[in-house]
């Protein structure tokens, strides 16, 4: 449960980024977060994310992206790129150290 400070500010289900955008949870979101498995985002939902004039994601300008798989964010990160939106921030980040394992943080704005 959220913060009461938070209620009425954020939500917080969970649910795969496809199922959020056709359950009408992303409408009218300032900022929405995706924190994909390994294979990335879905087609429908980079497809959704790209377009401006879907109502579950025309009034996002910033996006979250939490990514695991770098081979999976780069092809999402190109993808939303020429879809219209531009890359304001990454970092990585070791999470497991002694592993290669690598979690990037991308900011991207439209």
Not at 18 to 40: H, L, N, Q
Not at 59 to 88: H, M, N, Q, T
Request: a negative charge; proline letters at 5%; hydrophobic letters at 40%.
């Amino acid at each position: 449960k959220l913060q009461p400070k938070f209620a009425g500010r954020a939500s917080y289900k969970v649910l795969s980024a496809e199922e959020a955008i056709i359950e009408g949870e992303s409408e009218g979101a300032a900022c929405i977060i995706v924190d994909p498995p390994r294979k990335g985002l879905d087609g429908y939902v980079v497809a959704s994310l790209n377009n401006g004039d879907m109502p579950e994601t025309a009034e996002a300008s910033r996006l979250i992206y939490v990514s695991c798989g770098f081979d999976s964010f780069k092809r999402d990160a190109e993808a939303l790129v020429c879809g219209g939106w531009r890359l304001v921030h990454s970092e990585g980040r070791i999470l497991f150290p002694g592993s290669d394992h690598i979690e990037t943080l991308a900011i991207f704005d439209r």
